[in-house]
């Protein structure tokens, strides 16, 4: 693993905490690089995706309660109920 911080970056860093001050900022991604890796689960028999929402039934979703909004009309909160029965159940 390439330290991507300099010997003078070190060296701040470590004064700073032995001030017990914060780090900058600019520091975040120098110290933990974001990683952008995708996993996918694969197996035998398993279904596309595209095959799993088509033969999914749509399910009527029930607004309970709504708060929080902006008062623009914009954003707000809403607590929703829905059941989800499988085919199974309405036999």
Same mark, same amino acid.
């Given at each position: +693993?390439?330290? $991507? !911080?300099?010997? @003078?970056?070190?060296? @701040?860093?470590? #004064?700073? !905490?032995?001030? *017990? &001050?914060?780090?900058?900022?600019?520091? %975040? @991604?120098?110290?933990? =690089? =974001? #990683?952008?890796? #995708?996993?996918? !689960?694969?197996?035998?028999? %398993?279904?596309?995706?595209?095959?799993?929402?088509?033969?999914?039934?749509?399910? =009527?979703? &029930? =607004?309970? %309660?709504?708060? *929080?909004?902006? *008062?623009?009309?914009?954003? @707000?909160? +809403? !607590?929703?109920?829905?059941? +989800?029965?499988? $085919?199974? #159940? %309405?036999?």
């Amino acid at each position: +693993m390439s330290s $991507s !911080l300099t010997e @003078h970056q070190r060296q @701040h860093i470590v #004064e700073l !905490l032995e001030a *017990g &001050q914060d780090l900058p900022l600019d520091y %975040k @991604h120098l110290l933990f =690089p =974001p #990683e952008r890796q #995708e996993y996918e !689960l694969v197996y035998a028999g %398993k279904e596309r995706e595209e095959d799993i929402l088509a033969e999914t039934m749509g399910v =009527p979703l &029930q =607004p309970i %309660k709504t708060f *929080g909004g902006n *008062g623009d009309g914009g954003w @707000h909160n +809403m !607590l929703i109920f829905f059941v +989800m029965r499988t $085919s199974a #159940e %309405k036999c």
